[in-house]
Nanobody, 125 residues
Framework: QVQLVESGGGLVQAGGSLRLSCAAS????????MGWFRQAPGKEREFVAG????????DYADSVKGRFTSSRDNAKNTVYLQMNSLKPEDAAVYYC??????????????????WGQGTQVTVSS
């Protein structure tokens, strides 16, 4: 099991940047693929980005490709989501999640077993 805690959310103007962090407890962090999801009010939770256990593979939703970058530091048990050129439609609660280690990065929330509590991102226009 791994416990996850997100941080780094906040209020930013459109065009600005934020970096989210997700700190994991437990000694098996590098056994997990990590995903970032978001949920806006009245909408379903959606996949944003994912990174494989070795950081050898990443995947991004089309809506954030070229603007967001996911990375991880297994020595620090932390995964990051760098968000640039933020848009009002990026506003949501962002969650990190841990899933089974694989070279394939799932976009389905059902494939992630451990979730953080979420961090709010607000983008003003």
């Amino acid at each position: 099991q791994v416990q996850l805690v997100e941080s780094g959310g906040g209020l930013v103007q459109a065009g600005g940047s934020l970096r989210l962090s997700c700190a994991a407890s437990g000694r098996t962090f590098n056994n997990y693929n990590m995903g970032w999801f978001r949920q806006a009010p009245g909408k379903e939770r959606e996949f944003v980005a994912g990174i494989s256990w070795s950081a050898g593979s990443t995947d991004y939703a089309d809506s954030v490709k070229g603007r967001f970058t996911s990375s991880r530091d297994n020595a620090k048990n932390t995964v990051y989501l760098q968000m640039n050129s933020l848009k009002p439609e990026d506003a949501a609660v962002y969650y990190c999640a841990a899933g089974r280690s694989s070279s394939f990065i799932s976009r389905s929330a059902y494939d992630y077993t451990n979730w953080g509590q979420g961090t709010q991102v607000t983008v003003s226009s």
